[in-house]
């Protein structure tokens, strides 16, 4: 791809997905925009063998705009990173069409695995600040995860993540549209069962005083 048609490509994608954005210059402004430039040519090094030339492209781009993207991840188009600092994606990472990750995560591995060791996220998924994805499984289309979580098992399609580790609060076939990167109102029925337990606790304290100012006032009448 020439410079020219990424510039044009990356402008609509940032103003797509990040309302701060209010001119097509800030474009260049934008930490992410160089780093993925410069992990394109660092993996097309990559894919020819010319690793060493390639690492050192991706780690002077990491000096600079605080994200670490290996050149050997295999990234598709429409790929955003807001903000950015502090994200490392590891090397056989996969990551496919209009996805979107904010700050501090990490896509990485947990040191056991050989080969592929990973992550795989699919199309259309959004990774929420500071949420860490550490394995060689599958992040399903559509899916969301949720700030800070840890994620270290397979996540169907059109999933809901949150939590440390992070389990599955929502799950179905519903594709949500690639503009709804909302990071704090994701479901969480764990809370919401805490909640209606508080309740009926509270309901049942309720009914246990009553009971018990009845039996005292009967007490009262009696003596």
Not at 209 to 221: H, T, V
Request: hydrophobic share 35%.
């Amino acid at each position: 791809m020439r410079f020219r048609d990424y510039i044009k490509e990356s402008v609509e994608v940032i103003k797509d997905r990040d309302p701060a954005m209010k001119h097509r210059r800030e474009v260049f402004l934008y930490p992410c925009f160089w780093a993925i430039w410069k992990y394109r040519k660092a993996h097309r090094l990559y894919l020819k063998g010319k690793f060493y030339r390639a690492r050192k492209i991706s780690q002077r781009s990491a000096r600079k705009t605080g994200i670490e993207i290996h050149p050997g991840a295999v990234i598709g188009k429409g790929f955003f990173i807001d903000h950015g600092h502090g994200v490392v994606i590891g090397e056989t990472t996969v990551i496919g069409d209009n996805v979107t990750i904010y700050q501090g995560v990490t896509l990485g591995g947990t040191g056991k695995e050989q080969g592929k060791r990973h992550p795989t996220i699919e199309d259309n998924v959004m990774i929420s600040t500071g949420a860490k994805v550490l394995g060689s499984f599958t992040i399903g289309e559509g899916s969301k995860i949720g700030a800070g979580s840890v994620v270290l098992n397979e996540v169907p399609p059109h999933s809901t993540v949150i939590g440390i580790p992070g389990r599955i609060v929502k799950s179905n076939d519903v594709r949500l549209p690639n503009t709804d990167l909302d990071q704090i109102h994701l479901p969480d029925p764990v809370l919401n069962d805490i909640n209606m337990l508080k309740s009926e606790n509270v309901f049942l304290k309720e009914q246990l005083e009553r009971i018990m100012e009845r039996l005292e006032k009967n007490d009262g009448e009696q003596g």
